[in-house]
């Protein structure tokens, strides 16, 4: 029965990937936005819902390393597994925007996290400035966003011929439904793929790392696998950069002011792998402003002797 409800929710969580894709780039052409800016606001926010679900259930029922590898492991899976795949699929074109400013801040979130993690807790204090830094951001976005739109020229939204009522073809109500079944169908993984887990005896932070890190990243998987088979790379990566920023910025710091995470099995290793992570996006796309299949093969290499390394050792 576990198994047949991990399907349902795989089933679930692709229908809803392609959903929030449509509506999304639907929504970015209707206001001008980039699909670039759409990924790192909208869709990160909507796909990083199950990672924000689990992190503060894992923290309040007293499971740090649950909590923190649930984060660590989501971002991991994200760059090498998500960006590697899409970037073998489709190569992704990075604009001038993401390399001098996203990329930048997600590597910086990063090593953000890891200094904060040196004393081997993440406090109050330490949340609420990674909260404020988030709002800044988002804020700094936004407005330049807004005054380049205004420079460009209007886009008129494209008719297309209909067969069924209207309110099926709205923006709005795609991005809103395609939430809705992302949250669902990845919690009914997350669910009954950890039940799994605990009986094959696995300990907290590997279960974190793992079975939640990559479960909650599904979202993520399906919607950037969904917008790079369609050609739109921009918001297949602007979604990975978006989640991995929000997941540490926002998940974390609203889960350790909340309840401050004291984890115990995270290893040095899984900080590095997250730091290297964050490292690689920034200069494979620095490079020649594009994500090229090679780039994207080592990246796949790279996570799948990680996960070895982490079953191995289990």
């Not at 909507?46 to 909590?67: H, I, N, R, W, Y």
């Not at 590898?69 to 998500?82: H, Y």
């Not at 979130?109 to 330490?126: D, H, K, P, Q, R």
Request: charged residues 10%; hydrophobic residues 55%; proline residues 3%.
């Amino acid at each position: 029965m576990d198994i047949l409800l991990i399907i349902v929710g795989i089933a679930i969580v692709l229908r809803g990937a392609d959903n929030l894709t449509e509506g999304s780039v639907s929504i970015a052409r209707r206001f001008n936005m980039s699909e670039l800016i759409i990924g790192l606001t909208v869709v990160a926010l909507g796909t990083s819902m199950p990672e924000l679900c689990v992190s503060l259930t894992s923290a309040l029922s007293g499971t740090a390393d649950m909590a923190l590898g649930n984060i660590i492991g989501s971002n991991i899976f994200n760059v090498f597994f998500i960006v590697g795949l899409c970037a073998v699929i489709h190569p992704m074109s990075v604009g001038l925007t993401a390399v001098r400013r996203d990329l930048p801040f997600c590597f910086a979130a990063t090593l953000m996290l890891i200094f904060f993690l040196t004393n081997g807790t993440l406090s109050m204090v330490e949340g609420l400035v990674m909260l404020l830094i988030y709002a800044v951001y988002t804020v700094y976005t936004i407005r330049k966003e807004k005054t380049a739109g205004q420079a460009a020229a209007p886009v008129e939204p494209v008719e297309t011929k209909r067969s069924l009522p209207k309110i099926f073809y709205n923006p709005y109500l795609k991005v809103t439904v395609g939430l809705i079944e992302l949250v669902l169908g990845s919690n009914l993984f997350v669910d009954h793929a950890t039940l799994l887990a605990t009986d094959l005896g696995v300990s907290e932070a590997v279960i974190g790392i793992t079975i939640l890190g990559f479960g909650t990243s599904m979202p993520e998987l399906a919607t950037s696998l969904v917008a790079a088979i369609k050609g739109s790379t921009s918001i297949a990566l602007g979604n990975v950069i978006g989640s991995c920023v929000l997941n540490i910025l926002v998940i974390l710091g609203l889960t350790s002011v909340i309840t401050p995470l004291a984890p115990q099995g995270i290893t040095a290793l899984d900080l590095a792998m997250v730091f290297l992570s964050a490292l690689l996006m920034w200069f494979f796309s620095f490079t020649k402003k594009t994500m090229e299949r090679w780039e994207g093969s080592l990246l796949l290499i790279i996570f799948v002797a990680y996960f070895v390394f982490l079953i191995y050792n289990a």
